[in-house]
């Protein structure tokens, strides 16, 4: 690819200082659907490690990752909930653990609708189903 060396644009620049000034409702968007999600894996009997976004955050994330032997190797599915533009995403990655190229199968989603989440539970019970606990 000849991409070059292209001169300096404004349009990232713009949403930081516009997110910057105006704190988003992030933190109670990712929360909602974090919520969301533990919730589906606990009731399912899920195990998984959580991490989130601090009060004092405004623009972070949450982080849920859940571990299996797939295939005789450790692999993890971590899936990360954003805000963006007011709604919640989901950026989701099957990774064979120890392994640089390990990525497997990525996913990205919108999680507004129940149909939209309902995509999300299905990529997760994959990975469940074909991992050993």
């Given at each position: 690819m000849?991409?070059?060396?292209?001169?300096?644009?404004?349009?990232?620049?713009?949403?930081?200082a516009t997110k910057q000034s105006s704190p988003s409702r992030t933190l109670e968007i990712v929360s909602e659907s974090a919520r969301w999600l533990k919730a589906a894996l606990k009731g399912a009997g899920v195990t998984f490690n959580y991490s989130s976004c601090k009060d004092d955050d405004h623009y972070g994330f949450?982080?849920?990752t859940i571990i299996r032997n797939y295939h005789g190797q450790p692999a993890s599915l971590?899936?990360?909930?954003?805000?963006?533009?007011?709604?919640p995403y989901v950026?989701?990655?099957?990774?064979s653990l120890g392994k640089l190229d390990?990525?497997?199968?990525?996913f990205?989603?919108?999680?507004?609708?129940?149909?939209?989440?309902?995509?999300l539970l299905h990529y997760i019970a994959?990975?469940?189903?074909?991992?050993?606990?």
């Amino acid at each position: 690819m000849k991409s070059g060396d292209p001169a300096p644009i404004d349009d990232l620049s713009l949403v930081i200082a516009t997110k910057q000034s105006s704190p988003s409702r992030t933190l109670e968007i990712v929360s909602e659907s974090a919520r969301w999600l533990k919730a589906a894996l606990k009731g399912a009997g899920v195990t998984f490690n959580y991490s989130s976004c601090k009060d004092d955050d405004h623009y972070g994330f949450a982080a849920v990752t859940i571990i299996r032997n797939y295939h005789g190797q450790p692999a993890s599915l971590d899936l990360k909930i954003a805000e963006i533009r007011g709604c919640p995403y989901v950026f989701a990655e099957v990774r064979s653990l120890g392994k640089l190229d390990g990525t497997m199968f990525p996913f990205f989603g919108n999680l507004q609708s129940d149909d939209e989440r309902d995509l999300l539970l299905h990529y997760i019970a994959d990975f469940v189903i074909s991992a050993d606990d």
